[in-house]
């Protein structure tokens, strides 16, 4: 059993007091509209409007306030005029065409790329596809391995009809696989709306529900009901921060209309199970008829189970009992018959695996069926014939299997690549499972593996000639931290790459939410080496690389410790001489932009060039925003004092100072993004452009069709990878990546 990973992905993305020298100078405040060495000519120049705060006797300025307010004639005219300065200059840049096209030739060297797989009865496959000449993935469907694919749904038919890009947020086949339930959204906002499909004949059956952002579906066993969960219809005049709060768990018949809903389980309430309003509740249906409600805070990988029967939620008596709560330190669980299997931090920080009969389960007296050990166990998911469980040593994982019996022992899964994958097209009423396995220099393919631990690459993911490389490798290190942690970091390369300090390199990294950042293959990747490139990447703490406890380093209070890790990281790659601060790029999205922005305001000599995308810059104001209360249990709140010193200490708008020689900054960010509101990157745009006094440009790249990212087309995905390259190459001195003059007016 998995819980929704899209609901976590929907977080941002996503410490000690700050030096009063990292404040607004009351002073500085009345120079900065004036300070415009990185302000482009001929462009509209921010006001400054300074709107002061007191937290815990400590003023904190805000200069651009009013930026937040995106529909403002004066901010919209602003942004519109540095968005396309920017994608003027960038497209202006010697190579960076060239390198688009060279981009679009290696992804499409493919004949299309494959993902998403799920299974259903009678051997059917689900999965989403994406054509070579393709611009967004199509959900289709195939009768066993071997069978004729079909489009079942293809989202460009919408964005033909509406002019808006559309995409599949998430589907989810119903066992019998007879029909689909999918969520859709415009423009890169996640706003998914769910609509169910017939499989046979690719009706939609019923209306289109919407507010099913992370869908969270499962099916009755029967096929004919859909357990969804689904956020508020906030009321006219509600703050926009309740958008997220009081949301439900909901069941309704296949192709039902908004009158057939019924609301089982809603944050805030009471009964029948007491549910914090900031929280989430799902459903889970077994195959069994056996009812699991998990209740999550959004953005911690622990939460809290009851169980019950699908037939009591029928009868309207579910009488919830039950399993485990948060504080029991529970992130993954499965369920197989009458028994429950869990991973825990508790009491283990690398995790230990429990179990026990589903009756009267506790897990302070629960079996430890796998101990903690210096490996860190990770997620569960029950197939027919075993409970499968991925196990990660560093950041590479490994598959292990566990019978549902009383003695069984932990098995591997020999898997033909070293690397990375995630557990896809697992059913509990199905046997075995199939995984997307992929590494730093193999791409994904989609692998079943047999009840009998047979492994067998599918075919599903057509191989192209880039698929494995042979000239690229991956350096593994560990960097010693500003206090004596090992931090792990992967360097991806040419192989025989000089260590001369020439080399144009990207660091990248996240470091929120325990989240670790494992071996990925990348097409776009192979063309930024072939450009010179060297690729890094970190995993500060902040990730769970190596467990809770390296998670617990590098959240709220400890947050600090994932940029110095990061420096560190940066360091290395120049004390070993891969690169130099002339040549040194970093690159981080979402919360990752916390990373980024952090490192530069600390170390701004060491980097040429910083990227925040959809970055997290204004801490202080994150709860504010709709998703910044789910962000709460990870960041901390302004409502306390410790949290407040935490936000302060995060925050890359209120740690830039005048005059200070900041490297060359691209922000990149779509404008309909629902986790991190665009004004993020408004606000530090107009702040670094009014106190660099380095001249090195700023520029700030917004997207009007896209979001966060997710559902970004091709298209899109092709455009800003080029960019960003190109920037990178042009700010670092290399040849043939001048900027060419602009055009004569």
Same mark, same amino acid.
């Given at each position: 059993?998995?819980?929704?990973?899209?609901?976590?992905?929907?977080?941002?993305?996503?410490?000690?007091?700050?030096?009063?020298?990292?404040?607004?100078?009351?002073?500085?405040?009345?120079?900065?509209?004036?300070?415009?060495?990185?302000?482009?000519?001929?462009?509209?120049?921010?006001?400054?409007?300074?709107?002061?705060?007191?937290?815990?006797?400590?003023?904190?300025?805000?200069?651009?306030?009013?930026?937040?307010?995106?529909?403002?004639?004066?901010?919209?005219?602003?942004?519109?005029?540095?968005?396309?300065?920017?994608?003027?200059?960038?497209?202006?840049?010697?190579?960076?065409?060239?390198?688009?096209?060279?981009?679009?030739?290696?992804?499409?060297?493919?004949?299309?790329?494959?993902?998403?797989?799920?299974?259903?009865?009678?051997?059917?496959?689900?999965?989403?596809?994406?054509?070579?000449?393709?611009?967004?993935?199509?959900?289709?469907?195939?009768?066993?391995?071997?069978?004729?694919?079909?489009?079942?749904?293809?989202?460009?038919?919408?964005?033909?009809?509406?002019?808006?890009?559309?995409?599949?947020?998430?589907?989810?086949?119903?066992?019998?696989?007879?029909?689909?339930?999918?969520?859709?959204?415009?423009?890169?906002?996640?706003?998914?709306?769910?609509?169910?499909?017939?499989?046979?004949?690719?009706?939609?059956?019923?209306?289109?529900?919407?507010?099913?952002?992370?869908?969270?579906?499962?099916?009755?066993?029967?096929?004919?009901?859909?357990?969804?969960?689904?956020?508020?219809?906030?009321?006219?005049?509600?703050?926009?921060?309740?958008?997220?709060?009081?949301?439900?768990?909901?069941?309704?018949?296949?192709?039902?209309?908004?009158?057939?809903?019924?609301?089982?389980?809603?944050?805030?309430?009471?009964?029948?199970?007491?549910?914090?309003?900031?929280?989430?509740?799902?459903?889970?249906?077994?195959?069994?008829?056996?009812?699991?409600?998990?209740?999550? #805070? &959004?953005? /911690? !990988?622990?939460?809290? =189970?009851?169980?019950?029967? $699908?037939? *009591?939620?029928?009868? @309207? +008596?579910? %009488?919830?009992?039950?399993?485990?709560?948060?504080?029991?330190?529970?992130?993954?669980?499965?369920?197989?018959?009458?028994?429950?299997?869990?991973?825990?931090?508790?009491?283990?920080?690398?995790?230990?695996?429990?179990?026990?009969?589903? #009756? &009267?389960? /506790? !897990?302070?007296?629960? =079996?430890?069926?796998?101990? $903690?050990? *210096?490996?860190?166990? @990770? +997620?569960? %998911?029950?197939?027919?014939?075993?409970?499968?469980?991925?196990?990660?040593?560093?950041?590479?994982?490994?598959?292990?299997?566990?019978?549902?019996?009383?003695?069984?022992?932990?098995?591997?899964?020999?898997?033909?690549?070293?690397?990375?994958?995630?557990?896809?097209?697992?059913?509990?009423?199905?046997?075995?499972?199939?995984?997307?396995?992929?590494?730093?220099?193999? %791409?994904?393919?989609?692998?079943?593996?047999?009840?009998?631990?047979?492994?067998?690459?599918?075919?599903?993911?057509?191989?192209?000639?880039?698929?494995?490389?042979?000239?690229?490798?991956?350096?593994?290190?560990?960097?010693?931290?500003?206090?004596?942690?090992?931090?792990?970091?992967?360097?991806?390369?040419?192989?025989?790459?000089?260590?001369?300090?020439?080399?144009?390199?990207?660091?990248?990294?996240?470091?929120?939410?325990?989240?670790?950042?494992?071996?990925?293959?990348?097409?776009?990747?192979?063309?930024?080496?072939?450009?010179?490139?060297?690729?890094?990447?970190?995993?500060?703490?902040?990730?769970?690389?190596?467990?809770?406890?390296?998670?617990?380093?590098?959240?709220?209070?400890?947050?600090?410790?994932?940029?110095?890790?990061?420096?560190?990281?940066?360091?290395?790659?120049?004390?070993?001489?891969?690169?130099?601060?002339?040549?040194?790029?970093?690159?981080?999205?979402?919360?990752?932009?916390?990373?980024?922005?952090?490192?530069?305001?600390?170390?701004?000599?060491?980097?040429?060039?910083?990227?925040?995308?959809?970055?997290?810059?204004?801490?202080?104001?994150?709860?504010?925003?709709?998703?910044?209360?789910?962000?709460?249990?990870?960041?901390?709140?302004?409502?306390?004092?410790?949290?407040?010193?935490?936000?302060?200490?995060?925050?890359?708008?209120?740690?830039?100072?005048?005059?200070?020689?900041?490297?060359?900054?691209?922000?990149?960010?779509?404008?309909?993004?629902?986790?991190?509101?665009?004004?993020?990157?408004?606000?530090?745009?107009?702040?670094?452009?009014?106190?660099?006094?380095?001249?090195?440009?700023?520029?700030?790249?917004?997207?009007?069709?896209?979001?966060?990212?997710?559902?970004?087309?091709?298209?899109?995905?092709?455009?800003?990878?080029?960019?960003?390259?190109?920037?990178?190459?042009?700010?670092?001195?290399?040849?043939?990546?001048?900027?060419?003059?602009?055009?004569?007016?």
């Amino acid at each position: 059993m998995s819980r929704p990973d899209t609901l976590r992905r929907a977080t941002l993305f996503t410490a000690a007091a700050l030096p009063a020298a990292m404040l607004f100078p009351r002073h500085a405040l009345a120079q900065a509209a004036a300070a415009t060495s990185s302000q482009p000519p001929g462009l509209p120049v921010a006001a400054v409007r300074n709107v002061p705060e007191t937290f815990f006797g400590t003023v904190v300025d805000d200069p651009y306030r009013y930026f937040e307010d995106t529909k403002l004639p004066e901010v919209a005219s602003w942004m519109k005029a540095h968005s396309e300065h920017a994608h003027a200059t960038l497209r202006r840049i010697g190579g960076r065409d060239l390198l688009r096209k060279r981009l679009e030739a290696i992804d499409a060297s493919a004949s299309a790329r494959v993902g998403e797989v799920q299974r259903a009865a009678g051997g059917r496959l689900f999965y989403q596809r994406r054509g070579a000449t393709d611009d967004q993935f199509k959900l289709c469907v195939r009768d066993g391995i071997t069978g004729a694919e079909r489009v079942l749904f293809d989202p460009e038919t919408l964005k033909k009809a509406t002019g808006t890009p559309h995409a599949i947020n998430w589907y989810s086949a119903s066992p019998d696989g007879q029909k689909v339930a999918l969520g859709v959204s415009a423009g890169g906002s996640e706003d998914a709306s769910m609509r169910v499909l017939d499989v046979a004949s690719g009706r939609q059956l019923g209306p289109i529900i919407e507010r099913t952002l992370w869908g969270g579906i499962s099916w009755s066993v029967d096929s004919r009901q859909i357990y969804f969960h689904r956020i508020q219809a906030l009321k006219k005049g509600a703050p926009p921060t309740d958008k997220y709060q009081r949301s439900m768990a909901c069941v309704m018949p296949a192709g039902g209309s908004e009158r057939s809903i019924r609301v089982l389980l809603r944050a805030g309430d009471k009964s029948p199970i007491e549910i914090p309003a900031t929280e989430f509740p799902f459903i889970e249906i077994l195959p069994d008829g056996r009812a699991i409600a998990q209740v999550q #805070d &959004g953005v /911690s !990988p622990e939460f809290s =189970a009851w169980h019950s029967t $699908e037939a *009591a939620i029928r009868a @309207g +008596r579910p %009488a919830w009992k039950p399993l485990f709560k948060q504080a029991d330190g529970i992130t993954s669980m499965a369920v197989m018959g009458d028994r429950v299997f869990a991973t825990t931090h508790r009491g283990a920080p690398r995790y230990k695996l429990i179990g026990g009969r589903i #009756d &009267g389960f /506790s !897990p302070a007296t629960a =079996a430890t069926l796998v101990p $903690e050990s *210096a490996r860190v166990l @990770g +997620r569960l %998911a029950a197939a027919a014939d075993a409970v499968y469980l991925d196990v990660r040593d560093g950041n590479v994982k490994k598959l292990f299997k566990l019978a549902a019996t009383d003695g069984a022992t932990l098995q591997e899964v020999a898997l033909p690549v070293l690397g990375s994958f995630s557990l896809g097209g697992v059913s509990p009423s199905l046997p075995g499972m199939m995984v997307e396995l992929q590494s730093w220099t193999r %791409a994904r393919q989609i692998f079943s593996v047999a009840a009998d631990g047979t492994v067998a690459n599918t075919g599903l993911q057509p191989a192209g000639p880039y698929d494995a490389p042979a000239n690229v490798t991956a350096t593994e290190v560990m960097v010693k931290s500003h206090d004596g942690a090992m931090v792990p970091m992967s360097i991806i390369h040419r192989t025989g790459t000089p260590l001369d300090g020439a080399n144009p390199t990207i660091l990248y990294g996240y470091a929120s939410y325990g989240i670790t950042e494992e071996p990925f293959f990348s097409p776009s990747r192979l063309a930024w080496m072939e450009a010179g490139g060297v690729f890094a990447v970190a995993n500060p703490r902040g990730s769970a690389v190596f467990g809770k406890e390296w998670h617990l380093a590098g959240k709220e209070a400890t947050k600090p410790n994932t940029w110095r890790d990061f420096i560190a990281c940066a360091e290395y790659l120049v004390a070993q001489k891969w690169t130099r601060p002339s040549r040194l790029a970093i690159w981080g999205g979402s919360a990752g932009g916390i990373l980024v922005g952090m490192a530069m305001a600390e170390r701004p000599d060491l980097f040429a060039v910083v990227m925040p995308a959809v970055g997290a810059l204004d801490a202080v104001r994150f709860e504010t925003t709709p998703n910044g209360v789910p962000n709460i249990p990870e960041f901390g709140s302004r409502r306390t004092e410790p949290g407040f010193r935490a936000l302060l200490a995060m925050s890359t708008y209120h740690a830039i100072k005048d005059g200070v020689k900041y490297p060359a900054v691209l922000l990149t960010h779509g404008v309909n993004d629902p986790r991190v509101d665009v004004w993020n990157t408004t606000k530090v745009a107009a702040r670094l452009m009014a106190a660099s006094g380095s001249g090195k440009p700023v520029l700030m790249r917004l997207d009007y069709e896209a979001g966060h990212g997710i559902g970004d087309t091709k298209s899109q995905q092709l455009d800003e990878r080029a960019d960003t390259f190109a920037f990178v190459l042009w700010q670092t001195g290399m040849p043939g990546w001048e900027l060419a003059a602009a055009p004569a007016r």
